[in-house]
């Protein structure tokens, strides 16, 4: 049967409150990033991506930050909703275009 | 909105059998990858295509697993014979290679070997 995977980091935040969520990269020369959310059964969905050439990119309630000093990466949403639990991942990718995924960590939102 | 298909949906299989899985990237993505899902982990990368050629397949258990996509559009990832360790998710990606390295995610297909 299937095994038993790694216990993922979770994140409890009540609805309406503002969620972030971290990430360490462990590859300088990597100059692509994106954050992913995957709810249970599906693929990763895409939600925003950055280049290394900036340090803060917004999307619809959505910010992420790039610390390329300490290599740290954060997911920032405003507004927390129900819909927003999930589990969200961080990638990392450089010229070869293979991305490689951090391990996770997921968002529960209570009411 | 285009979509990554992927099909069968679940698969649940006897160890020693043979099993399939398809994907049809974006129309238009030259890039295509399988990645291997285990539950509570980053999915990790199989194989690479760029159109009908492998680009990276280092991490493919070649004994095994075969992966082809012989017109570059759709895709097949093959076990030959399956093993209760390949219990997963095996989701297909794909890339417009003409700047974005942004990937695309099928719904992926479950696997349960018993």
């Known amino acids: 049967g299937e095994s038993v995977g790694l216990h993922l980091p979770t994140l409890s935040v009540q609805e309406g409150d503002n969620s972030i969520i971290n990430c360490a990269y462990s590859?300088?020369?990597?100059?692509?990033f994106i954050w992913y959310k995957q709810e249970s059964g599906k693929g990763p969905q895409f939600i925003i991506d950055?280049?290394?050439?900036?340090d803060k990119r917004q999307g619809q309630r959505v910010t992420v930050l790039l610390n390329k000093t300490v290599k740290h990466l954060s997911l920032q949403i405003a507004a927390t909703q129900p819909g927003d639990s999930a589990v969200y991942f961080c990638a990392e990718g450089g010229t070869a275009s293979k991305l490689t995924f951090g391990t996770g960590t997921r968002l529960q939102v209570t009411l | 909105e285009a979509e990554v298909a992927q099909s069968p949906r679940y698969k649940i299989t006897e160890k020693s059998q043979a099993v399939a899985f398809w994907c049809d990237p974006i129309s238009g993505h030259a890039t295509l990858y399988w990645y291997r899902q285990i539950l509570g982990q980053g999915p990790e990368l199989l194989v690479q295509?760029?159109?009908?050629?492998?680009?990276?397949d280092s991490q493919l258990p070649k004994d095994r697993f075969s992966a082809e996509r012989l017109k570059g559009v759709d895709s097949t990832l093959k076990i030959q014979p399956a093993e209760l360790g390949d219990s997963a998710m095996y989701l297909c990606?794909?890339?417009?290679?003409?700047?974005?390295?942004?990937?695309?995610f099928g719904p992926g297909t479950r696997l349960t070997v018993l």
């Open positions: 990606a794909s890339r417009w290679t003409g700047g974005s390295n942004t990937q695309y």
């Open positions: 295509f760029q159109d009908e050629s492998v680009v990276d």
């Open positions: 950055i280049r290394s050439n900036m």
């Open positions: 590859n300088s020369a990597s100059d692509y």
